[in-house]
């Protein structure tokens, strides 16, 4: 009789994922339509048309379909659908590691527990391949990269800076150290950041934060707009004789989103400080 791995059988019953499947598995509703692999370490095969049983159609027909009177569907707790889908990923990863067969549940258990492990076994570098993992897959993760690890903070600033753990530290050189630090581990135009500096960086995440959860959203064409208008509408801006407001000027034109009509003012504008040798 016909065998089929779960992620074909899900396409001949028409799912888009193998998370029905798995979950009537591992509920021990496909027993007897399981076939042991066909390699050793292989995953699982789900014969489609057994003899003496209906075929596999009906039966997950017959599986899925509501039961209200039922009350093994209230007494389940309700875990998101999409764990069955990554559920079914970790199995099939592995696979070749003796065939491992995860639930929805395990899956999502996994995957509350691996963010704090690597931290704890790998540290920084290790999370940061992490992130970087899952931003290759269009994904970002919100929220502190790292668990606290007192002894293994220790030991990473021995070697990279000065360690004080509970030392408390005024306003001033509390962002004096901040500063530097987070320029340091950013590169790049952040390093030698300054206390300041990092203090308003700060400032300005937090409201920035605020501003998209109630609703304000990046228009870059606007704000360039906007940035050039406030510019240009300062009548030494716009003679060529504020110098300070060149650069700015300038990174504005480059990026080339201002409308024609402040485009217009812009071109006179550097005009004007090329004129006074300022270009």
Same mark, same amino acid.
């Given at each position: ?47 489609? &048309? ?48 003796? /065939? ?39 994904? +970002? ?14 030991? +990473? +600033?021995?070697? =990279? ?17 901040? /500063?530097?630090? &987070?320029?340091?581990?950013?590169? /790049? ?28 959203? =990046?228009?870059?064409?606007? +704000? ?56």
């Amino acid at each position: 009789m016909p065998t089929a791995s779960f992620s074909e059988a899900a396409k001949v019953l028409g799912f888009k994922s193998r998370s029905t499947l798995y979950r009537l598995r591992d509920q021990g509703d496909l027993a007897a339509y399981l076939r042991p692999p066909a390699s050793p370490g292989g995953a699982q095969l789900l014969e489609l &048309t057994p003899r003496n049983l209906p075929p596999l159609r009906e039966a997950v027909a017959r599986l899925i379909r509501p039961q209200a009177n039922n009350p093994e569907r209230h007494r389940r707790p309700r875990t998101d659908a999409r764990w069955g889908v990554v559920a079914g990923r970790l199995t099939e990863a592995l696979a070749g590691c003796g /065939g491992l067969s995860l639930c929805d549940a395990e899956a999502e258990a996994i995957a509350a527990a691996l963010v704090p492990a690597i931290g704890e076994a790998f540290g920084f570098d290790g999370l940061e391949l992490l992130r970087l993992a899952l931003v290759d897959q269009g994904c +970002w993760l919100a929220g502190p990269g790292r668990p606290f690890n007192e002894e293994k903070e220790r030991e +990473w +600033w021995s070697e =990279w800076g000065h360690w004080e753990p509970g030392e408390e530290l005024e306003e001033g050189p509390f962002w004096e150290n901040v /500063g530097p630090i &987070t320029g340091g581990m950013m590169g /790049g135009i952040f390093w030698g950041m300054t206390g300041p500096t990092a203090r308003e960086l700060h400032h300005q995440l937090m409201e920035s934060i605020g501003e998209v959860e109630r609703g304000a959203r =990046w228009d870059p064409i606007r +704000w360039d707009t906007e940035s050039a208008r406030s510019l240009l509408d300062d009548e030494d801006v716009a003679a060529g004789e504020s110098s300070n407001s060149l650069p700015e000027l300038q990174r504005l034109n480059d990026r080339g989103l201002l409308p024609p009509d402040l485009q217009g003012r812009m071109d006179a504008a550097l005009a004007a400080y090329a004129a006074k040798g300022e270009t």
